[in-house]
DNA sequence: CTAAACCGACTTTTT
DNA sequence: GTCGGTTTAG
C-alpha cells in the first residue's frame, strides 16, 4: 500500500468537513449532526494526521463506544494506509481500559488474568452481598442497588467516598452493600465494566508516572460520540489529554440518548469551557435524509432548550411527506407497517433489507413479530434478549471463565450445580464457608471437599468428581484451541448429555445456540491461531450482538430506538407513537421529555427516504389494555409536511371463536392481507398432520406466532412446532 | 434435592 | 403475556 496522497484524503469533502480533517491539533470539537458523514471526517482525519503530521500510528488513541464503530473505523484507515495502521489503538472505552489494566494490574493488587463481570453477574454478586449482610432483598431490590453502585462508579465515588457523603438510612445500607462488594469483586479478581473505567483513572490518579506514560504515548486523542460519555470517561480523556492537548471530540447533543446510563450532555456543552482555545466546526449537510425528512426532524428537536443550535439541511431533494398513520390497536398498527411493507418492496422496489421499523420498548416486537410471520415477511431482530445473555452461553462462558481465573466464585456457583450434579444451595454454602475460612477458592475447596465434616457424603463424591473434570479440563486447556476446549468442556461436564436428554424444543434450542458458540470460537481459532482462551474470553467479555449485525439475509430489521442510533434505512417506521409510550411514561415523570425528543429525533434521522409514524388509540401491553392519546411528538411535526391517515375501522366487530385464527379484516392491511382458510401453514385443533421426523400426529394447540402443538403418535411426546419453518403438512 | 406452583415486575442498555 | 425468582410440596 503507497502513502495517500493528500488530496486524496480531502477530495470530496465539504468545506467544514475538510477543516476538521486538516486541523493539524490543539483542542477540537466537531458537531456532528445526523448524517454529516462524521465517520469519513474521523477516519480520514486519522489518516492524515499519519500522512502528513508525521503522528505515528501507535501515538493515536481513538475511542468508539461499540465495538463494531471501533472494527469499521480501524479497517477504514487500513484501507486508507495499509497494514501499519493496525497500531494504532481503536478501541472502546472499556477495552482500551481492559488493556491498559491488563498491563498495570499488579500496581491494583489484581492479577492480569482477571475477569469482567457484566451486568448479570453485577446483581448476583450484590444479591450474595445482601444474603451476607442479612438484609431483605425486598426492602433492599438488588437491581435498585446495584443501579446506585453503578452510577456512582460512573462518577467516580467508589466505596470509601460513597460511605462518607450518606445522607439517609438507605443509602447507609447501599454503603455497607458497595464496600462488601468491591471486597468481594477483588476477592474473585473480577471488575465490572464500570470498574474498568474507575480504577483507569484511579490508577492514573495514584500513579502519576504511569498517567505520564500514556500522556506521553497518546500524542492524538480522538473521541467518538462524546455526547454520551458520562463522568468517568470524560475525566480518563481530559486526564490522558493534559500533556499534548490534541483532544479531538465528535458528536452530537441532539443525540445524547443515554444520560440514564449516566452519559453526560454537559461534556460535550462544556467542552469550549474546558478548552477556551478549542476549534469549533459544525457539520450541518447531511447526506442521508431528504429535505422534508430533515425538516421534520429539526422543527421536532427545535422544542427542546440547552442546545448547541444547528439546522440540518441537504441537496438530495423534497422527498416524500412523513406518513402518520392512527390506528385502533396495536394488531391493526402491525397490519398497517406490514401491508406497507409489501406494498414499497413491490411498487416501490425496496429491499427487505432497506426497511427497519423501530419501537420505544423491546416488550411491543412481539405482536408485530406474529404478524410479520403470518405475512410471510423475513425479519430479523436487533437486541432483546442477547446471545450472550442466554442461560445456556452463560453456562458454557462461566466453565471457560472458572478454567481461566479459578478464584471466579460467580462462574462457579453458575456451573457447580448445572448441569444438575446433586450439589444443592445448602451444599454451596457449606462449601462457600469453607473456602472463606481456609482463605481459598471455592474450586480449591471443592478439590478438598473430603476436609469438609458438615457435607453429606453424596455431595463430597459429587464435588470430588466435579473437580476432578475440572483439573483435567485445565489440563488440557492449556495446549489445545479455545474451539477443542470448549467442546471438550461441554461434553466432559455432562452439560451437553444433561440438555440432550431433555428432548424439548426448547432443548434443542440451546443446543442450537451452544452450536453456535462453538462457531464463534471456531471463528475466533482461525482468525487468531496464536491465540489463547483468555484473549478469547477478554474479547467476548467486550462483545455484544450489535457488534455482528451484518446485513446479509433479506429481512427487515426490528429493533428498539436506542440501537438505531448510528444506522440508517431507506424506509424506516416508528411504531408505538402514543403518550405513555413514546414518550415513556417513566420519562415523562422523570421529567426526561427533552431526552425522549432526542430520542425520536435520532429515530427520524435514520431514514434516507421514507418515514412513517403509526400510532394507536388502544393497546395492549404487559396483559392490561390502555388508552392512549397520540405522541406530542406527532403534534411537533410540521404539518405541511405530513400525509395523515386513519384506519376506517369499522369499530366493534370481531372475528368470533378464539380458535386461533382470529381475524379482523377491516383497515388498511387488508388488501395485503394472506388469506388464512386456504393457507398451507394454516392448522387447526384436532388436524391429523404429518411431520418428516416425528412422524403422525394430531395438533393438540394452536398458540400466537405461528406455533402449533403436537402429539406425535409414535413415542406420544408434545412438541411445539413452528407452521413457518418446521417440516409439518397436514395429513 | 427437585419440580410445580405462585408471585410480581416490567424502559431504554454502546460496555 | 412472559420471565425469573421464590415458596411450597413431594
Known amino acids: 500500500m503507497t502513502k495517500p496522497s493528500l488530496d486524496h484524503l480531502l477530495a470530496d469533502l465539504n ?125 433492599f431490590p438488588p437491581k435498585g442497588i446495584h443501579a446506585v453502585i453503578s452510577s456512582s462508579k460512573n462518577r467516580l465515588v467508589d466505596a470509601e467516598a460513597f460511605s462518607e457523603m450518606v445522607e439517609n438510612f438507605f443509602d447507609d445500607t447501599v454503603a455497607k452493600v458497595y464496600t462488601l462488594y468491591q471486597k468481594k469483586l ?165 429491499r ?134 470448549l467442546e471438550e468442556t461441554l461434553v466432559n461436564s455432562g452439560y451437553l448429555e444433561a440438555l440432550s436428554a431433555e428432548r424439548t424444543v426448547e432443548a434443542e434450542g440451546r443446543l442450537e445456540n451452544l452450536q453456535e458458540f462453538v462457531g464463534v470460537a471456531e471463528e475466533y481459532d482461525s482468525l487468531h491461531p496464536d491465540g489463547s482462551l483468555r484473549e478469547f474470553l477478554q474479547e467476548i467479555s467486550l462483545y455484544t450482538d450489535i457488534d455482528k449485525m451484518t446485513e446479509v439475509e433479506e429481512a427487515i430489521t426490528l429493533m428498539t430506538l436506542h440501537n438505531a442510533k448510528g444506522l440508517e434505512f431507506p424506509v424506516v417506521f416508528i411504531i408505538g407513537a402514543e403518550e405513555g409510550i413514546f414518550p415513556h411514561s417513566r420519562s415523562m415523570e422523570e421529567q426526561n421529555i427533552e431526552e425522549e425528543r432526542r430520542l425520536c429525533y435520532v429515530g427520524m434521522t435514520r431514514a434516507r427516504q421514507r418515514l412513517y409514524f403509526t400510532y394507536t388509540t388502544t393497546r395492549n401491553l404487559y396483559g392490561s389494555r390502555n388508552y392512549n392519546m397520540a405522541s406530542r411528538f406527532i403534534g411537533e411535526l410540521p404539518e405541511d409536511l405530513v400525509e395523515f391517515e386513519r384506519s376506517r375501522t369499522t369499530h366493534g366487530r370481531f372475528s368470533g371463536g378464539m380458535t386461533g385464527r382470529v381475524r379482523f379484516d377491516d383497515d388498511i392491511g387488508e388488501v395485503d392481507e394472506p388469506a388464512t382458510s386456504d393457507e398451507p401453514n394454516f392448522f387447526n385443533v384436532g388436524d391429523d398432520v404429518v411431520h418428516a421426523t416425528f412422524g403422525s400426529g394430531v395438533v393438540i394447540g394452536v398458540e400466537r406466532g405461528g406455533t402449533v402443538a403436537v402429539r406425535f403418535a409414535a413415542d406420544g411426546s408434545e412438541r411445539k412446532l413452528m407452521v413457518d419453518y418446521a417440516p409439518l403438512r397436514k395429513a
Open 352 to 485: 427487505a433489507a432497506e426497511i427497519a421499523v423501530f419501537y420505544r420498548v423491546n416488550a411491543q416486537s412481539r405482536v408485530l413479530e406474529d404478524t410479520l410471520i403470518r405475512y410471510g415477511i423475513h425479519y430479523r431482530v436487533v437486541g432483546g434478549t442477547k446471545f450472550y445473555e442466554r442461560a445456556e452461553i452463560k453456562d458454557a462462558l462461566a466453565y471457560l471463565l472458572a478454567l481461566d481465573n479459578p478464584s471466579d466464585s460467580v462462574s462457579f456457583n453458575r456451573i457447580i450445580n448445572s448441569p444438575k450434579r446433586g450439589i444443592g444451595a445448602a451444599s454451596v454454602t457449606v462449601l462457600s464457608r469453607f473456602a472463606d475460612a481456609e482463605g481459598t477458592s471455592m474450586l480449591e475447596a471443592a478439590a478438598r471437599a473430603g476436609d469438609i465434616a458438615d457435607l453429606r457424603p453424596a455431595a463430597v463424591n459429587a464435588m470430588a468428581a466435579f473437580s476432578a473434570t475440572m483439573s483435567q479440563l485445565a489440563e488440557s486447556a492449556k495446549s489445545a484451541q479455545v474451539a477443542e476446549i
Open 186 to 350: 477483588f476477592a474473585n479478581n473480577a471488575m465490572d465494566f464500570d470498574d474498568l473505567l474507575m480504577r483507569t483513572v484511579d490508577l492514573f490518579q495514584r500513579f502519576p508516572d504511569r498517567l505520564e506514560h500514556y500522556q506521553k504515548s497518546f500524542r492524538q486523542i480522538l473521541v467518538d460520540e462524546y455526547q454520551d460519555t458520562n463522568h468517568a470517561q470524560y475525566m480518563l480523556v481530559n486526564l490522558l489529554a493534559k500533556q499534548h492537548r490534541n483532544i479531538c471530540v465528535v458528536g452530537d447533543d441532539d443525540q445524547s440518548i443515554y444520560s440514564w446510563r449516566g452519559a453526560d450532555v454537559r461534556n460535550i456543552l462544556d467542552f469550549e469551557k474546558d478548552y477556551p482555545e478549542a476549534t469549533v466546526i459544525k457539520l450541518e449537510q447531511n447526506y442521508r435524509s431528504t429535505q422534508v425528512i430533515l425538516s421534520a426532524a429539526n422543527e421536532v428537536i427545535s422544542n427542546n432548550s440547552d442546545r448547541k443550535a444547528k439546522e440540518l439541511w441537504t441537496d438530495l431533494g423534497e422527498g416524500e411527506p412523513v406518513r402518520v398513520a392512527e390506528m385502533d390497536d396495536e394488531h391493526a398498527e402491525a397490519r398497517f407497517v406490514a401491508g406497507e411493507i409489501s406494498r414499497l418492496e413491490r411498487d416501490a422496489c425496496f
Open 15 to 139: 468545506e467544514p468537513q475538510r477543516r476538521a480533517v486538516e486541523c493539524p491539533g490543539g483542542p477540537l470539537l466537531v458537531l456532528a449532526g445526523a448524517g454529516s458523514g462524521k465517520t469519513r471526517v474521523l477516519t480520514n482525519r486519522i489518516a492524515f494526521l499519519i500522512a502528513a503530521q508525521g503522528v505515528k500510528p501507535h501515538e493515536i488513541l481513538a475511542i468508539t463506544f461499540t465495538n463494531k464503530a471501533a472494527n469499521e473505523m480501524k479497517e477504514r484507515v487500513e484501507s486508507l494506509l495499509g497494514p501499519i495502521a493496525r497500531t494504532m489503538w481503536v478501541s472502546t472505552f472499556h477495552a482500551a481500559c481492559a488493556r491498559i489494566l491488563r498491563k498495570e494490574a499488579q500496581q491494583l493488587g489484581y492479577q492480569r488474568n482477571f475477569t469482567i463481570y457484566d451486568a448479570g453477574d453485577q446483581v448476583r454478586v450484590v444479591k450474595r452481598c445482601l444474603k451476607e449482610l442479612g438484609l431483605d432483598p425486598k426492602r
